[in-house]
C-alpha cells in the first residue's frame, strides 16, 4: 500500500505565487494542495476545516499576518497534527524568532529553489525543524544567545531526565533522529523516544520549539561546541 499524500493548505495573499506552488506541488506525486487561503483569518479557518499536513505560510498577509495565523494554528489542540512552514521574502532575525515562538517548524526565504522547498515540506511535515543557515545564525546571534529567566522554561528544563537534557542539546544542534543515535549509541526508534519525551515535558510543539527553549533557558549557548 503507497504512503498517502502529503497534504498542504497554500496560504500567500498573492494569486500567482499560490499558482506557481499549486503547480510545483501538484506535479509531486508525495504532494497534494488541498486548499488556498489569501489572508491569515482564511488561513486559520480552512485549517480547520481541511486538517492539512502542513500550512505554506506566508509572512506579510491582509487581516491576519501570517506570525498570528501560526499563533492560532500552533494554540489548538485539535490542530495539533498540522505544521507550518513559514515561506517569505522578509527573512529578517525578528521574524525568524517570532515564527519560531508563535509555532512554526520551519522557515525559509522565497528564493529557495524547487527542489529545496519541496524537501523542506517533507521536512517539517515529518515532524523536523528547519531553518535556512541564514536565519539560523541571526537566530542565535540575537535573540537566542540571552538566556531567558522565565520560571516556567527552568521548571520544564528540571523535568528532564540526564539523558533527555543530552538529547534536546543534540535537537538544538539541528541532528536529527538517526544522527543523535549514532551519538549516544542507541538505536533511531529510542532516539525518537527521547526527543519525543523531551518535548512533552517541555510542551514543545515540534523540535523547533525544543531548539527556542534550549537556546533561551542558557542550556545551549552559541559556540558552546553543541
Do not use: C
Not at 546571534?141 to 521548571?155: E, K, M, N
Not at 543515535?181 to 510542551?203: E, I, Q, S, Y
Amino acid at each position: 500500500m503507497s504512503t498517502p499524500p502529503i497534504r498542504v493548505l497554500l496560504a500567500d495573499d498573492q494569486a500567482l505565487l499560490r499558482g506557481t506552488f499549486r503547480l510545483l506541488l501538484d506535479s509531486t506525486p508525495d504532494l497534494e494542495v488541498v486548499g488556498e487561503a489569501g489572508n491569515g483569518r482564511e488561513v486559520v479557518k480552512l485549517a480547520e476545516e481541511l486538517r492539512p499536513d502542513l500550512v505554506l505560510m506566508d509572512i506579510r498577509m491582509p487581516v491576519l499576518d501570517g506570525l498570528q495565523a501560526t499563533g492560532l494554528i500552533a494554540a489548538d489542540p485539535e490542530l495539533a497534527g498540522v505544521k507550518v512552514l513559514i515561506l517569505t521574502t522578509f527573512e529578517q532575525d525578528e521574524y525568524v524568532a517570532e515564527a519560531l515562538r508563535a509555532g512554526a517548524g520551519g522557515f525559509l526565504g522565497k528564493g529557495v529553489d524547487p527542489e529545496e522547498l519541496l524537501r523542506a515540506i517533507r521536512t517539517v511535515a515529518g515532524g523536523e525543524s528547519l531553518l535556512s543557515p541564514a536565519a539560523t545564525r541571526a537566530l542565535i546571534a540575537r535573540f537566542l544567545a540571552q538566556p531567558s529567566d522565565t520560571p516556567i522554561v527552568s521548571a520544564r528544563l528540571d523535568a528532564l531526565t540526564a539523558r533527555e537534557l543530552e538529547v534536546v542539546t543534540l535537537v538544538a544542534a539541528g541532528l536529527s533522529n538517526e544522527d543523535i543515535a549514532g551519538r549516544l549509541f542507541v538505536t533511531p526508534l529510542t532516539a525518537k523516544t527521547h526527543v519525543n519525551r523531551a518535548m512533552t515535558k517541555l510542551g514543545a510543539r515540534d523540535r523547533a520549539q525544543v531548539v527556542v527553549i534550549a537556546y533561551e533557558s542558557g542550556l545551549v549557548r552559541p559556540g558552546s561546541g553543541h
